[in-house]
């Protein structure tokens, strides 16, 4: 069934990177060849730019943010008519082998499908995505790994997204922005992988999510399709959250 599947649909991996392990790298995109029509490497001004690797590259002119890389990438498969789109990080976080449980949902479900972790690189990252899942469960109404660059979405869902981000907020606001559309989500439980210490997000990063957040939940107000003591809630939160967010901007300088 898995296999119908995949011969009847054009697949494309997304891939974004910057300063990766060659060799890792190279290790995924092997892996993931076998799930997918085509693999799409995004890098993202990387010191030592990426080239020799069996798959199709784009390379930024400088270090644009890993949305700006993204967004590229969906607009290369929009572009070619790719019916599904998968993204996933260069790190190793992410292990290929659950692409075909991406797609086997996929095949009862248009619309997109979140990779929620069950494990992170410290005690520090854990609370801070757990403490993010649960605004977007108060929001969505469903525990979503906000953070997670694991995903697949339909190519009709895709092009109803207005993605604007182009730092790490790309992943929160593919969440926000398909919550909005009324596009339908789910998620897969990803298992334990070896944990990577190293990591492009810095706590800056989280606090930038946190302001986005807040930012979305005031302009997207009248359309969040909540209960009124609910959005109330998120209302007055996502006002003292800014104000927090400002006074920790300041004490980090």
Request: hydrophobic share 40%; with cysteine; glycine share 6%.
């Amino acid at each position: 069934y898995l296999l119908i599947y995949t011969n009847k649909m054009k697949i494309l991996c997304i891939i974004p990177t910057f300063n990766e392990d060659i060799i890792k790298l190279k290790k995924i995109i092997y892996e993931s060849k076998k799930y997918v029509t085509e693999i799409l490497v995004i890098d993202d001004g990387s010191k030592i730019p990426i080239k020799n690797l069996d798959c199709k590259i784009l390379t930024n002119k400088s270090n644009y943010g890993k949305g700006y890389s993204i967004k590229r990438g969906f607009r290369y498969a929009i572009n070619q008519g790719y019916d599904v789109i998968v993204t996933m990080d260069a790190d190793g976080e992410h292990n290929p082998k659950y692409i075909p449980i991406f797609i086997k949902k996929a095949n009862n479900l248009n619309g997109l499908i979140v990779g929620n972790r069950s494990s992170y690189r410290s005690v520090w990252r854990k609370f801070l995505n757990e403490f993010g899942k649960i605004w977007v469960w108060i929001l969505i109404g469903k525990k979503i790994d906000f953070s997670s660059g694991y995903k697949l979405i339909d190519l009709d869902s895709l092009k109803k997204l207005e993605l604007q981000s182009n730092g790490f907020e790309i992943d929160l606001e593919i969440i926000l922005e398909s919550y909005k559309k009324k596009i339908s989500i789910c998620t897969v439980l990803l298992g334990k992988f070896d944990l990577i210490k190293k990591s492009h997000m810095h706590v800056t990063d989280f606090l930038k999510l946190n302001i986005f957040f807040d930012n979305w939940i005031f302009k997207n107000y009248d359309l969040i399709n909540r209960h009124f003591f609910i959005k109330k809630f998120l209302y007055l939160f996502s006002f003292i959250g800014k104000f927090v967010n400002f006074i920790f901007r300041i004490i980090i300088r």
